[in-house]
């Protein structure tokens, strides 16, 4: 699908999420300190940068496990409609889980996850997302913890893409449509 033609302003510098990063690690840390293993749960794609760098500041036993779903394909809107491409390859019942999410907009992909894994009873369950628009919400349900709250704008950098583009980004970016 060819994109439309796009600018990208620097919404959120990389030395700024690093920063987030390591000061939300430190809270998971805190509500997990006395877990035996964390079972860290990426939300694919979007979330592979932020997964990555937050298991690195956790100084907790980990382990890191994928679920890949999607409601927007190569649209900027989402179509409300969740798909679960990739499951779990691990066991969570009984077990202390962290689902990882790049951003929550609409909410209906966070809230279909944590219903899914809810039903696999793990010991506790909690989330986390870099980036959250409120003012987009059609369901509720609100992250346990959040990087950044941020505007109705469309983003990328830092793992999340536009059509599979500028998820190598250092930095969150808004993207700015240009008039034909």
Do not use: C
Not at 45 to 52: D, E, L, P, T
């Amino acid at each position: 699908m060819p994109t439309r033609p796009y600018v990208i302003d620097e919404m959120i510098s990389a030395k700024t999420i690093a920063a987030r990063v390591e000061a939300l690690a430190k809270e998971i840390h805190d509500t997990f300190r006395d877990t035996d293993k964390l079972v860290v749960v990426g939300l694919l794609r979007g979330s592979f940068v932020f997964i990555a760098d937050m298991v690195r500041e956790l100084d907790l036993p980990v382990e890191v496990d994928f679920i890949e779903a999607t409601s927007y394909g190569d649209s900027t809107e989402s179509s409300r409609e969740v798909r679960i491409l990739k499951d779990l390859r691990g066991e969570i019942h009984g077990r202390d889980v962290l689902v990882v999410e790049d951003i929550v907009d609409t909410g209906y992909t966070l809230q279909h996850v944590v219903g899914l894994l809810r039903a696999r009873a793990p010991k506790r369950l909690k989330t986390v997302a870099l980036l959250d628009k409120p003012t987009r919400r059609e369901v509720d349900i609100k992250a346990d913890w959040t990087g950044f709250e941020i505007p109705d704008e469309f983003v990328v950098g830092y793992g999340i893409d536009y059509a599979q583009r500028n998820r190598n980004l250092p930095f969150i970016g808004a993207v700015r449509f240009l008039e034909p």
